[in-house]
């Protein structure tokens, strides 16, 4: 049984990093193929691609936020983390981490609960 | 400003069929990357209800199927139950991965 769960802070200042960590159990990102995202949601709007990691730590990111996103594995632990600098308040959403496989049009198969992460001051 | 376009909104009454484009272009699914589609019910994570344009995850009531041609896809829901009431998104490649704009369907 495949599950995964969002960890973090729910309220950033502007200006600060975001550190999420996405905690999964139930497969390996040891095993080929295997990948993890994260999507989020501003309230209200459209899911949004942010990051994905694979297993050989192939790293994948959205043009729009790629020099502010970084997307980490530790296998020991499993967990996948996602950090996004300079947070602003129009990055309020709610983060989901999402199980996936590399494939030429990847999707998500398995979705933690989300986390809501406020951004104000 | 996604480059996979849906309606908004649609609403239909139980047990009627009810069809959910998602538009895009040759550098997307016109490019032969697959759609999948995903459930989005009120206050929950969305849940992935097609992959790979046509493919039903173990679960999916066969009522949802999908389709594509040319540069759309579309996601068909048939004899429409209370309980599908939710938002829906397609989602392919484009470069990147995409989500489409949503669509939020209403049970009349």
């Known amino acids: 049984q495949i599950t995964l769960k969002e960890s973090g802070p729910t309220l950033v200042k502007p200006t600060q990093t975001l550190t999420l960590t996405c905690t999964f159990s139930?497969?390996?990102?040891?095993?080929?193929?295997?990948?993890v995202g994260w999507i989020r949601q501003p309230p209200g709007k459209a899911l949004e691609w942010l990051a994905l990691i694979y297993w050989n730590d192939d790293k994948r990111y959205s043009p729009s936020l790629k020099k502010r996103v970084t997307i980490t594995k530790d296998t020991s632990k499993n967990h996948v983390v996602l950090t996004m600098t300079n947070m602003d308040p129009v990055d309020t959403a709610t983060y989901y981490c999402a199980h996936s496989f590399y494939d030429s049009s990847p999707y998500f198969d398995y979705w933690g609960q989300g986390t809501l992460v406020t951004v104000s001051s | 400003q996604s480059v996979l376009t849906q309606p908004p909104s649609m609403s239909g009454a139980p047990g009627q069929r009810v069809t959910i484009s998602c538009s895009g272009s040759s550098s997307n699914i016109g490019a032969g990357y697959d759609v999948h589609w995903y459930q989005q019910l009120p206050g929950t994570a969305p849940k992935l209800l097609i992959s790979?344009?046509?493919r039903r995850p173990s679960g999916v009531p066969d009522r949802f199927s999908g389709s594509q041609s040319g540069t759309s896809a579309s996601l068909t829901i048939t004899g429409l139950q209370a309980e599908d009431e939710a938002d829906y998104y397609c989602q392919s490649y484009d470069s990147s991965l995409v989500f489409g704009t949503g669509t939020k369907v209403t049970v009349l």
């Open positions: 790979g344009n046509i």
């Open positions: 139930g497969f390996s990102l040891t095993n080929n193929g295997v990948g």
